[in-house]
């Protein structure tokens, strides 16, 4: 059975979902059930009635248990003769006849904004998967013109079935919403006209950051600061002194091994950023900043200073939220284009410009930010629990800079010990077992407990969605609850694998040069306030605040 859609045919907002489920069937109508319920209480919230928008799906015919992939093949061999190309995928032809019956509907509902819930439905519209990525996002229908030239504007979002099941993704939904009831007036969009110095030639640069230091002469000034980096090296830095003017200064090129700059060059360049990343008056602004300090002080010998880190800003109003920069765009930027994935896809072949590119957004984005969480914080009355936060900056660095003398030499016993340990249980287990095994081998585990011990093993699932075969130590333990024999075995096979992680994990973390234990501290790594720790910018270290006893 087909569902139509529904819905004013004059409505300035459309919402697109992915296919009808059971409710939906069973009615006749999209987005019924409980789902449907609770978008229609999102979409109040946001200041939008659902009476006045067009709800339909891309898809008008139910999926066997609401699964896409039973329409849409996602691996190659799933597709069937039955298949047809739609964009850059293969699905049945009841997807492709969905897509056509909405691009109508698009035709004769001309609506400003469309609401693309999920990833099929913001597929469609726009050609992106992955909505976690591209929500609040605002994109175009790429795939319609009106008779004036435009198009709608589609702000992808979460699905409210999803969101059933994800709560904490409800208020990101409702902001999205209240976005699209904001750009709801007009097709009419004014983006940001972005400044980017890219490629400067010397004198350039010289004078632009001559002109910041001037500007920090003069009184406090903002100014946000970003670096990328390739192969243990800063490739580049970015500034940005307005949330459309920014500069890239390279640092690495490819091709050319010494670099982007003559040496003597870059050794004044790298003074002149000295002087003004610790100049009293500069109120540097960055995003996650201590990553980039570790980079700063370990390359060019100095801690630049940290007025304002925006993922501390936002862990100081928001701590339970997440704290990323991409993120943080979609939610205060004035214009957001999902764009982080532009760093990730940068090889050498993709030239320098888009690297350039990508580090001058993050500065513009950084900045816009910070001036947005300013007024947040001012509203919500955090200042003190924000200054409080920023003010660790400067103590977590020189901890980090510092790191924890290590006695290798005791270090080196304790690895021997912790090795024959794990040796005399393998010995022992080949003993009782008749055959050597690896407990860390999901298929040796597989074969020694289903195939030569003859137990039903726990079934697990997986973030795909399917279940497999699990031998964790808590299936372990449920299989000795029917079968107490096989408890000293299970016992054991939990030792070996609990000493090789304390082996692998803390004994032999890889040290810094100088033999030091050095990891990162994140200051806006819990929702609680409390630190996480993990290995350095520079892969050495570990997490040491959560250090086994040793005698679990």
């Known amino acids: 059975m087909q569902v139509r859609p529904d819905g004013p045919t004059n409505a300035r907002i459309m919402i697109v979902?992915?296919?009808?489920?059971?409710?939906?069937?069973?009615?006749?109508?999209?987005?019924?059930?409980?789902?449907?319920?609770?978008?229609?209480?999102?979409?109040?919230?946001?200041?939008?009635?659902?009476?006045?928008?067009?709800?339909?799906?891309?898809?008008?015919?139910?999926?066997?248990?609401?699964?896409?992939?039973?329409?849409?093949?996602?691996?190659?061999?799933?597709?069937?003769?039955?298949?047809?190309?739609?964009?850059?995928?293969?699905?049945?032809?009841?997807?492709?006849?969905?897509?056509?019956?909405?691009?109508?509907e698009i035709a004769l509902v001309k609506p400003n904004v469309i609401i693309a819930l999920g990833n099929t439905a913001s597929w469609a519209l726009t050609g992106k998967w992955g909505v976690t990525d591209w929500r609040g996002s605002e994109l175009f229908c790429d795939q319609i013109r009106f008779e004036d030239g435009s198009s709608p504007t589609v702000i992808p979002s979460y699905h409210?079935?999803?969101?059933?099941?994800?709560?904490?993704?409800?208020?990101?939904?409702?902001?999205?919403?209240?976005?699209?009831?904001?750009?709801?007036?007009?097709?009419?969009?004014?983006?940001?006209?972005?400044?980017?110095?890219?490629?400067?030639?010397?004198?350039?640069?010289?004078?632009?950051?001559?002109?910041?230091?001037?500007?920090?002469?003069?009184?406090?000034?903002?100014?946000?600061?970003?670096?990328?980096?390739?192969?243990?090296?800063?490739?580049?830095?970015?500034?940005?002194?307005?949330?459309?003017?920014?500069?890239?200064?390279?640092?690495?090129?490819?091709?050319?091994?010494?670099?982007?700059?003559?040496?003597?060059?870059?050794?004044?360049l790298v003074a002149r950023i000295r002087s003004l990343l610790t100049h009293p008056n500069c109120k540097t602004i960055g995003?996650?900043?201590?990553?980039?300090?570790?980079?700063?002080?370990?390359?060019?010998?100095?801690?630049?200073?940290?007025?304002?880190?925006?993922?501390?800003?936002?862990?100081?109003?928001?701590?339970?939220?997440?704290?990323?920069?991409?993120?943080?765009?979609?939610?205060?930027?004035?214009?957001?284009?999902?764009?982080?994935?532009?760093g990730k896809t940068w090889d050498a072949s993709t030239g320098e410009e888009q690297l350039w590119t990508y580090n001058c957004t993050d500065c513009v984005r950084t900045y816009e930010i910070a001036q947005a969480l300013s007024e947040v914080i001012s509203k919500m009355g955090l200042e003190k629990v924000n200054e409080f936060?920023?003010?660790?900056?400067?103590?977590?660095?020189?901890?980090?800079?510092?790191?924890?003398?290590?006695?290798?030499?005791?270090?080196?016993?304790?690895?021997?010990?912790?090795?024959?340990?794990?040796?005399e249980r393998l010995a022992w287990l080949k003993d009782v077992c008749g055959q050597e095994l690896n407990p860390r081998s999901n298929t040796q585990m597989y074969k020694f407990v289903v195939e030569d011990l003859k137990q039903k093993p726990v079934l697990k699932r997986r973030a795909k969605g399917d279940y497999t075969p699990s031998f964790d130590d808590e299936s372990l333990t449920k299989i000795a609850a029917k079968e107490p024999l096989l408890r000293p075995i299970f016992r054991v096979i939990a030792d070996i694998r609990s000493l090789g992680v304390f082996l692998s994990t803390f004994i032999e973390a890889p040290l810094d040069f100088d033999k030091r234990m050095r990891c990162a501290y994140n200051i806006g790594g819990t929702v609680t306030y409390r630190f996480s720790s993990s290995e350095s910018a520079f892969g050495v270290g570990t997490n040491l605040q959560n250090i086994p006893k040793g005698d679990e």
């Not at 110095?197 to 970003?226: H, M, T, W």
């Open 17 to 104: 979902g992915e296919a009808p489920g059971e409710d939906e069937i069973r009615t006749g109508v999209p987005f019924t059930g409980q789902s449907g319920q609770e978008l229609t209480r999102m979409l109040h919230e946001a200041g939008i009635a659902r009476s006045e928008c067009f709800l339909t799906n891309v898809c008008r015919e139910r999926p066997r248990g609401n699964d896409i992939s039973q329409f849409i093949a996602f691996k190659k061999n799933a597709i069937t003769r039955a298949h047809v190309p739609l964009r850059d995928k293969m699905v049945l032809p009841v997807v492709r006849e969905g897509y056509e019956l909405l691009k109508k």
């Open 160 to 268: 409210p079935a999803a969101i059933l099941r994800q709560w904490s993704w409800r208020p990101i939904a409702v902001h999205d919403f209240r976005k699209a009831y904001r750009m709801a007036g007009s097709r009419e969009r004014v983006g940001t006209d972005y400044n980017f110095i890219i490629r400067p030639s010397y004198p350039k640069a010289v004078s632009v950051l001559a002109e910041l230091l001037a500007s920090c002469e003069k009184g406090p000034f903002q100014l946000s600061v970003d670096i990328e980096t390739r192969a243990g090296h800063i490739a580049c830095i970015g500034f940005a002194w307005s949330e459309r003017d920014a500069i890239s200064i390279p640092l690495m090129l490819a091709g050319s091994e010494g670099g982007y700059w003559r040496l003597e060059e870059e050794e004044a």
């Open 287 to 342: 995003q996650n900043f201590s990553y980039d300090a570790q980079y700063i002080a370990r390359h060019w010998l100095f801690l630049p200073i940290c007025s304002f880190d925006t993922m501390l800003a936002q862990h100081a109003c928001f701590s339970n939220l997440p704290k990323d920069l991409g993120f943080l765009s979609s939610m205060y930027c004035k214009s957001h284009v999902f764009w982080k994935n532009d």
């Open 389 to 423: 936060q920023q003010s660790l900056f400067g103590p977590v660095m020189r901890t980090i800079q510092r790191g924890v003398c290590i006695d290798t030499k005791r270090r080196s016993q304790v690895a021997m010990a912790l090795t024959e340990a794990i040796d």
